[in-house]
């Protein structure tokens, strides 16, 4: 009789174990991922951020108009995106949001500030600002290996600012390796 019970014993034990596999056959579940992966998100929005940073640096909405600064209107159709900004008010000149230290008084450069006095047109604070933004221009185009350097500026000046006062900008920009003028406007209907 012990080797029944012993043959019976075997037997249930088998039957155990068959049972166990298919009972985890029967419930098994994929695994499933617990946590959620925030890194490819953090470099998905930062790709979006700069790409909107770049699409929108050169607008003509996003230049603060004021009574120093009111911009004519044109119906022309260039983006200036990308170019570095050189905006004229009545009162000031900056570069890239940056004041140089150069007053205007009734939209004029003080000819102290100018090579020549008052029949110069090269703008000296403006120069050496300009030679600053052409040489880290240029380091930048030639780290990233994009080629030549464009030299792309975007002229932003109030609609009352005298010609001359362009003429001396446009030349003081071209005397540093600017050479592709844009000049900035309201577009119109029309």
Known sequence: MSQTAETQEKASALDVKRELARYKRKHKHEAEINYLNITPMLDMM????????KSLSASAANIPQSSD?????????????????????????????????????????????????????????????????????RNLSQRLGQGNWKGEVAIIADQTIPMRTIYEVLYTC????????KLLVIKSSG
């Open 174 to 181: 071209g005397q540093n390796g600017f050479s592709d003028f």
């Open 46 to 53: 930062t790709i979006i951020l700069v790409f909107l940073l």
């Open 69 to 137: 600064l009111t911009l004519p209107r044109s119906t022309s159709l260039e983006d200036p995106s990308g170019a570095l900004q050189v905006i004229v008010s009545r009162v000031s000149i900056t570069v890239n949001g940056h004041n140089i230290g150069i007053a205007l008084s009734n939209g004029l450069v003080d000819p102290s500030q100018k090579r020549g006095g008052g029949a110069g047109f090269l703008i000296n604070p403006l120069n050496s600002e300009m030679r600053d933004q052409a040489t880290a221009a």
